[in-house]
């Protein structure tokens, strides 16, 4: 069954920064497309970024220079650099793994609060 673990959420204060992580297990993790989602209160799950298996990478706007996604192949791992982080980035940031064909998946959430 395949499993994407989330990691590093927390509270931080308005300006500070969090890395996140997502450990892929049971899929070939470089050949699928890595995204981060968010799903703030009382709103939709959105995607924040992503990157594909060759590296290309795009960011919602709000997130452009302020947020990194990179992936260690090898580490079956991707992460999210969260910097200059804002009280309106506070949501359940959630791991997905899309390959080209066939279902997704998805990991169970991280909580992150930007809040002094």
């Known amino acids: 069954q395949v499993q994407l673990v989330e990691s590093g959420g927390g509270l931080v204060q308005p300006g500070g920064s969090l890395r996140l992580s997502c450990a892929a297990s049971r899929i070939r993790f470089s050949l699928y497309t890595m995204g981060w989602y968010r799903q703030a209160p009382g709103k939709q799950r959105e995607l924040v970024t992503s990157i594909t298996s060759g590296g290309s990478t795009n960011y919602e706007d709000s997130v452009k220079d302020r947020f990194t996604i990179s992936r260690d192949n090898a580490k079956n791992t991707v992460y999210l650099q969260m910097n200059s982080l804002k009280p309106e980035d506070t949501a359940i940031y959630y791991c997905?793994?899309?390959?080209?064909?066939?279902?997704?998946?998805w990991g169970q959430g991280t909580q992150v609060t930007v809040s002094s």
């Open positions: 997905n793994a899309r390959p080209v064909l066939g279902p997704s998946f």
